[in-house]
């Protein structure tokens, strides 16, 4: 997708690869934290009432790294206010596993 936008190849290196990313980490982190319409889908608070009452815990993931991902989470209140059990991190295990094999 880079070669779309940047037509010198020699430039698309890991490292430019990983500053893009890293700036967009710091956008939707800054996007996240100041949003005033963050809200859940609908009925998706309902349905974690509805679990915890009937003794279901519940396990939220997502694809986003931690960062973003805890900005969301704490800004909605779900494991303060204990709608969510817990927060798995699988893209962060995944990538952690493909690095140590």
Known sequence: M??????????ITDGYVN?????????????????????PLPHTE???IYCR???IKIGRDTGFPDTITNVIIN???WLQDKKVDYVFQV???????LLHS
């Open 46 to 48: 309902e349905v974690f």
């Open 75 to 77: 800004r909605l209140g």
């Open 2 to 11: 880079l070669k779309e936008y940047d037509k010198d190849e020699a430039r």
């Open 53 to 55: 009452d009937n003794g």
């Open 91 to 97: 893209m962060r295990s995944l990538q952690e596993d």
């Open 19 to 39: 500053t893009i990313h890293e700036r967009f980490i710091q956008l939707m982190v800054q996007y996240y934290s100041t949003i005033n319409e963050l809200q």
